[in-house]
């Protein structure tokens, strides 16, 4: 046996160099991105905080209470919001889950085409559409009602959706399949006991964030409800210019499912999975 | 033995289109119906009205007016100057991001978690930011390098777009960062290790090698970015200015203008959006196609 | 050509874990194949990583020729390290992947173009040149990673695990391409196995590490004939253990007293140990004993059978001349040639952790 490693003179304090400079980079980079949350959650606890104070004179929870009081419509508008985002994700699982399974894990001709048209909803924006869909949604009574812009809200929600299972029923070997139907599965039993625990992970994460792009649409509620519908984007946008505590408040209140689905589902969620390349959309 | 395998692949092609029909009909019908109702507007043809005769009125109305060129160039400009900025600044956080340290997992959480806050908020906080009396100015009034707001260089509301492009850098770094970041983490460091081995330097190994494996992810990536920032309407329409406008601030003003006139040119612009968005996806597939073929 | 020296050679990769390479002392002779062999998991990667400079060690020197080449960049140590799983940049073709490191060393285009036709003959690849990564077979892959690691004349060649992937027709094949190529160059090249016998064929001369540690360098045939430890030999493979006290020249058993003049005990309790081949069976005299055929097994070239002595089972392997003279149930005289008797220490613990031979 030699004596005891010596350690290397050069190395440690290269190293550390090098570790504080990412840190540094690091520390940087999450300051940016919470940057714009820091504004909005002061002004969220402010009584009065006028320029050139860096902190509020005084704080209060004024905001709070007028998120909570009825005058100003936000629990109707969460509620409405949240029966919005859940009625559009239920349609979207229904229809995006087949249909994924179907270009997941077949070939077939036309495939092609079908998948433009599910990418197409997805890159072209919202607006270059909505005006066209208004028109023909006022021929059709469905402006200014909640099933106007649930169906609306499908337009971005339903693509991604399917793009989701696409990419999860890819992944999916379908010999499980063909091993429990040999085994004495029948067709029901083996999508019950087979296929769902398998794609059942995809399909969740898939409808979290469906739910989060419904949650967070603005310019198709505002075109396709008119006015009748008012959900929380709207009014925080209302109350972005004239009434910054309350638009502070209500943005904590905006964000909060966003962090809860992460929370829920950052184990899933890594960029290759097609989950991520879809919220481009929130 | 063939006529079974006929009747076997008949069967699937039967439930394919069962599995496919429903969500195809609704996005045809939203989607394309949308656009095909929007297209005709634009053509100045509305039965409903009366107007039963195409023309190209509205395309020539836009295409002469100096507002909407302007509003063309200015998106153009938001659209690729955040999509530049927010993909460097995305590969550079991803690698950043990459080697393992400690706290990985949570400075990982946090790095994601703007993908799930709204646009509408960020907006927001970058105005309450970024405006003339907003926290920036105040702590730079704090620090005795400005007097007064209107000292503070316009950032919102400004002929640059300078707010509205922070706001999309903001917010895109990290959904680009975080493909980039799954792509480098899945290929782990070998292949970077190889280059350097076989005497490549630390920049020969990230022009190399490196980049070559992120670019499908960060093209494809850019790709989605572009088309959304060159399409989305609730950033312009808070951080923006009014004159000129964003193109879909620009066609969203004139489809609610009193005057039933501008609606035509409100579709045609919508449909010009539509048009440069296609091509994107166009490029989109084709980058796709040539990346998944390697 | 290059010789490698390591010295108290120390990765620790987070404080909770023992050391991934653990105080590791090594000379590794120029111009020779010396083969770096042990477990899954036991440190070879990272100790090949930190030759080729990837890797920063925790403590210990690495020195080439003498000096130290820690401070020097991984690009500029001479050392190029082929990789478990050859990965070849899967969007260049094959020509530019073996032209890579000339490309980095600003070598004219004609030039790459001509040696990258030399080594593509060198490994029997001629014409894959266009080819993309994803269509060549595995062991073609391999031969290509080969391909791209002596295009820039390294001075040290380290392969991790270059045959693991190989089927075992592949594997002869580029074990013979291996020894040719490095015969041929005379380049330092180093080779990690986790296969025992992979090493003892290949190698001029074998680490064997355990847990990052080293346990015995030596050449091949030491491993079989006189291992430092229980655990070494157990390695190896199939050799008799039977514990007794050493003194003077003899063992003294459960079974019986046996002269053995080769001990690495001077005085003590210790472990016999025999090779099954070693065994003579049917043989009575100096130092043998009587023994119970349990079972045999005719296996063509040769025969292996269970013997009881006592209350110890063990091996013997004979010639096949001989199967005919033992049943299960014979009772048989069993020999143990003395010169062929390794006496080791009792337990591993409190083995040295290495002795170099
Ligand atoms: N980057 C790393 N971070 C933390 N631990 C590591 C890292 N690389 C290797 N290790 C650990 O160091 C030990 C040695 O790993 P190494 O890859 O050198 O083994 P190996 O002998 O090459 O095994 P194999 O035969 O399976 O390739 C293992 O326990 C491994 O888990
Ligand atoms: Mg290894």
Known sequence: MTTAPAPLPGIAPRTIGRTTLRWAGIMGLLAFLVAPMVPLFIWSISFRWFYPDILPSEYSARAWEQVISPTNNVIGATGQTTLIALLCTVLSVLLGVPAGRALGLHNFKGKRIVEVLILAPIIVPGLA???????????YGLSGNILGVTLVHLVPTLPYMTLVMSGVYANYDVDYELQARSLGAGRWATQRYVTLPAVFPGVVVGA???????WSQYVLTLLIGDGQVETLPILLFNFARSEPAIAGALSVVFILPGILVLLLSSKYLSGDSAAVGGIGNI | MNRFRLSERGAERL??????APAVAVIVLLFLGGLASGFLRSLNYFPLIGLNDFNFDAYFAIFTDNGFLQSLVLTFHIA???????SILAVASALLLRPAFRGKRIVHFFFSLNLTIPHLVGAIGVLYLFQNSGLVSR?????????????????????????IIIQYVWKEIPFIGVIVLAILLSVGEDYESVARSLGANRWQAFRQVTLPLIMPGVVSASVIVFAFTFGAFEIPYLLGRTFPAALPVLAYQSYTDVDLAARPQAMAMAMVIAFISTLLIMAYMKLSRVYIRE | MT??????LTKIFDQKSPPAVDNLDLEIESGKLTALLGPSGCGKTTTMKMIAGLLRPTAGDILFDGDSILSIKPEERGAVMVFQNYLLFPYMNIADNIGFGLKMRKVNKK????????????VQLPGFEDRKPNQLSGGQQQRIALARALIVQPNVLLLDEPLSNLDAHLRDEMRVLIRRIQTEMGITTVFVTHDQEEAVVLADKVALLFDGRLQQFDAPDSFYDTPNTVDIATFFGGTNFIPGYYLDGTITTDIGVFDAPNSLVPEGDAVLSIRPEAVDLGEGGENSVSGTVLSHVYAGR?????????DIEIEAVTEPGQVKLFADGDNIPVKFDPDKIWVLGPNTAEQPAATTG
């Open chain 2, 15 to 20: 439930s394919i289109s069962v599995l496919l």
């Open chain 3, 3 to 8: 010789q490698v020296t390591l010295s108290g």
């Open chain 1, 208 to 214: 979290l964030f469906t739910f989060l792009i419904s």
């Open chain 3, 111 to 122: 030039e790459i173009r001509s040696r990258v036709q030399d080594m593509l003959d060198l």
């Open chain 3, 302 to 310: 040769y025969a292996r059978f269970q013997i009881r002595i006592g």
């Open chain 1, 129 to 139: 559409v909505v005006l066209g869909i208004d028109t023909m949604f006022i021929r």
């Open chain 2, 80 to 86: 690729f100057t955040s999509t530049l900025i927010a």
């Open chain 2, 139 to 163: 702590i730079m009034t704090g620090l005795d390098i400005i007097q007064r707001p209107a000292d503070f260089p316009a950032m919102v509301f400004d002929p640059w777009a300078i707010g």
